[in-house]
């Protein structure tokens, strides 16, 4: 069955950084949009990066500049960099995933597939 599988975070201090990974299991496609999404108490959801195999990534404007999304096509695997990080970035990270591909932004409503997420904590 399909999983997203989420590695990464914790706490850090402002200005510092984190790094988190996902990894897409039980596609057969390498094609799936990947991203994140980024949720803090009592706040909305919030898109955060993603991006399809070959296309470059797309970044919310809160994170432009900070944030850097990779991806490792031949195994399904994307890497979130963030830098500089404030209090603000403070939320559950949620990994998620669709097929689709035109549609491949951090706010698309409609990914398919999520991870359990993982806290990151900015002091």
């Known amino acids: 069955h399909v999983q997203l599988v989420e590695s990464g975070g914790g706490s850090v201090q402002a200005g510092g950084s984190l790094r988190l990974s996902c990894e897409l299991t039980g596609v057969v496609a390498h094609t799936h949009c990947m991203g994140w999404i980024r949720q803090a108490p009592g706040k909305e959801r919030e898109g955060v990066a993603a991006?399809?195999?070959?296309?470059?990534?797309t970044y919310a404007d809160s994170v432009k500049g900070r944030f850097t999304l990779s991806r490792d096509n031949t195994m399904n695997i994307i890497h979130l960099q963030m830098n500089n990080l404030t209090p603000d970035d403070s939320a559950m990270y949620f990994c998620?995933?669709?097929?689709?591909?035109?549609?491949?932004?951090?706010?698309?409503?409609?990914?398919?597939?999520w991870g359990q997420g993982t806290q990151v904590t900015v002091s």
């Open positions: 991006m399809t195999t070959d296309g470059e990534p």
């Open positions: 998620a995933a669709d097929p689709t591909t035109v549609r491949c932004r951090p706010d698309y409503g409609g990914f398919a597939f």
